[in-house]
């Protein structure tokens, strides 16, 4: 296969390891003369293969003791719905911060379910900061965040505290999660699709404080209730078995290159690279406010005007693949999630050297 770098927003970019296993796997898992697909979720192999994977999550991310770790479908579409269902009774509040499409999103899901108070908003600036100052609810069950904007590219890099001392954080991080270290016990509840940073789409990782649940009254399906799904370890329905074995392998591979402090640094230094090179080349620029940028999605546009095609060919033609900007916003972004090497943010750098 010819290297290509791959800078999609997601799903994106996973390690030639995890690519390996996971095509290994799909044809024979472990010897035993079946595909991983074939296999019963209730098999020694599958159960424990997800076991694994929730100790490398608890592993990496430190997660204290209190926490549950769940391995769940649906996506963080069906999270935005599922949180407030849990957690929120038809009369209380939650605090929203909307600082992009999918926070948006979040809060229209949430409204069903009780009072939401959007606490802030940078949606007349295009999105193109974090809002420092919050008007939050005094008592509002939880403050919901977007930690990392996948389509604008803002990124919060110090969390807001909730100002109810019983209130607790609750973050989508589907685009930054494991991409930097994170202290969990400031969060109740933390969800990402796998999809960016943790492997192939089809699950959903949710780590949740247990002395937040079972508060509300209302009737909720099975399917959709925390605590079911936490009672039978992920195992309610049929699991996502092969998304989750990816998960496996790319927290295994992050492991191996030294876990998420030395991930931290790595994401950093090619950050650093991008913003340098967008803020000295002339045909570049950045329309986000600089302490907000993101470390995974880096948005940028022409600092005149030119051919975004043009430079779009340019790019692959190159071997550098899907920088087109999101369709609301247009111009480029490269996504440098987690399995995207340093070397693939180095050629970036020369092509938008050489266009220039
Ligand atoms: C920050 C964020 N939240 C939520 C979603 C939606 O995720 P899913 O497709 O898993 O529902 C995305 C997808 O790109 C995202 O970037």
Known sequence: MSKIYNFSAGPSVLDQSVLDATAQASIEFKSLGMSLMEMSHRSKHVMDMVVETESMVRELLEVPDGYDVLFLQGGASLQFAMIPMNLLGKKQTADYTD????SAKAIKEAQPFGNVNVACSSKGDVYNH????????QNAIYLHVTSNNTIYGT??????????PNGFLVADMSSDIFSRSIDISKFGLIYAGAQKNMGPAGVTLVIVRNDILGKVERKIPSMMTYQIHIDNKSMFNTPPVMSIYGVNRTLNWLKKIGGVKAMTERNGKK????YNEIKQNPSFKSLIREEDRSYMNVPFI??????ESEFLSFCDSRGLKNLKGHRSVGGFRASIYNAMPEAGVDALVKAMRDYQ
């Not at 990124?155 to 109810?164: K, L, R, T, Y």
Request: aromatic share 12%; net charge positive; no cysteine.
């Open 99 to 102: 600082t992009g499409k999918w």
């Open 130 to 137: 974090i809002p420092k100052e919050l008007n939050q609810s």
């Open 155 to 164: 990124q919060w890099h110090e969390f807001p505290n909730p100002i109810n």
């Open 271 to 274: 950050a650093k690279k991008l």
């Open 302 to 307: 022409f600092a005149n005007r030119g051919d």
